[in-house]
């Protein structure tokens, strides 16, 4: 029924800061018969606007479960794409393979009057990361890997994600799961589940954040009402590797995010 390539970017803070949401570029026709998943990509062009809720879980000690509105907007063109702040460029579209820039916001982090355990630290901020994206169709999904960079300085990390993904249709609704992991490098880590010398305390020990790697799962579902008109969830859920969960402002070992909304696509 549709092709869907997808990208969600998540975070929790405060709600006055934003939550990027990127679901994207749905056909509206039957695919040809043998026809590939990169071919079918790269002759769409879609625009989507939409909305919906966003829900999410904290690892950090003491922060409650956040609720957000949820904007989309998302672009998907031949070569360009934008999945509300998720921006990128398909420099080579070819033979099934996929590679371009990318740019994306991070949304991690704290403010120190987030939580009683995290009292008298220093906030711990959103950044902009940058790299590359590339993506390899098989014949039935799709291979991708991202390695990024932070741009404003603010955590000095990288991130490599690893991801694999299918779509099929079952019963009028669309299935996207998808798994991977995350390879987090120490600078990242040690960033947002840290804990500074001058930020200890007796029940807050100082911390040091190592590279670490978190799998995680995603599922994906949208249900088409009109030709215009769809409906969309996204579970997604990551475990936190040990070099986050033994920070002692960290009190979880895994984050869940859900998503639901509505999207019209022209």
């Known amino acids: 029924m549709a092709v869907m390539c997808l990208a969600l970017t998540g975070g929790w803070d405060c709600p006055m800061r934003f939550i990027t949401l990127g679901i994207a570029c749905c056909h509206a026709q039957e695919p040809e018969r043998g026809k590939s998943l990169s071919a079918m990509i790269e002759e769409v062009t879609t625009f989507h ?8 879980t904290s690892p950090y000690a003491g922060v409650d479960t956040r609720v957000y509105p949820a904007p989309v907007v998302a672009y998907e063109g031949k070569r360009l794409y934008v999945r509300s702040a998720i921006v990128g460029y398909r420099l080579i579209s070819e033979n099934g393979l996929m590679i371009g820039p990318l740019v994306q916001p991070r949304i991690e982090g704290f403010q120190e009057d987030d939580s009683p355990f995290l009292s008298g630290m220093r906030d711990r901020n959103w950044s902009v990361d940058g790299g590359v994206n590339i993506e390899a169709a098989t014949p039935i999904g799709l291979l991708g890997v991202s390695v990024v960079s932070d741009l404003l300085g603010r955590n000095r990390g990288q991130e490599v994600e690893f991801r694999y993904l299918i779509m099929f249709p079952v019963l009028g609704f669309h299935l996207i799961p998808s798994g991977g992991v995350k390879w987090k490098s120490e600078k990242l880590v040690d960033y947002y ?17 190592e590279q670490a790697f978190d799998p995680f799962l995603r599922l994906v579902i949208r249900r088409k009402l009109t ?18 969960t033994n920070s002692p402002i960290v009190s979880k070992d895994h984050q869940l995010s859900l998503t639901a909304g509505v999207l019209y696509a022209w």
């Open 49 to 56: 606007v939409g909305g919906g809720g966003f829900v999410q």
């Open 193 to 209: 589940y840290g804990v500074r010398p001058n930020e200890a305390r007796p029940d807050r020990p100082a911390y040091e954040g």
């Open 227 to 244: 030709k215009h008109w769809s409906l969309f969830s996204d579970a997604h859920y990551e475990w936190l590797a040990s070099e986050i």
